[in-house]
């Protein structure tokens, strides 16, 4: 069983458009990530590539879809 560090939602990760990776301050100074094959394929660790820290993130399918149609727009549903 994983220890997470914390459980954050998805709306206050930081999108890169060019990578399609969400990201998240971790508290060693870098940063937890999780790309968004990795959430559509139904995975919710994000880790960080410095040290042993992982997050739960929360998200839904369908706001998943949202975020994305709203940056695509230039936009925020949310």
């Known amino acids: 069983m994983a220890v997470f560090h914390d459980e954050v ?3 206050d990760f ?12 971790c508290p060693c100074g870098d940063r937890f990530l999780i790309t968004r094959e990795d959430l559509e394929n139904g995975e919710d660790v994000a880790t960080c590539p410095s040290c042993s820290l ?7 399918q369908i706001i998943l879809v949202r975020l994305q149609a709203g940056r695509a727009q230039g936009t925020h549903l949310l």
Request: without cysteine.
């Open 9 to 11: 939602e998805i709306e």
């Open 14 to 25: 930081e999108y890169d458009e060019e990578t399609e990776t969400y990201s998240y301050p």
């Open 54 to 60: 992982i997050l739960r993130v929360i998200y839904d």
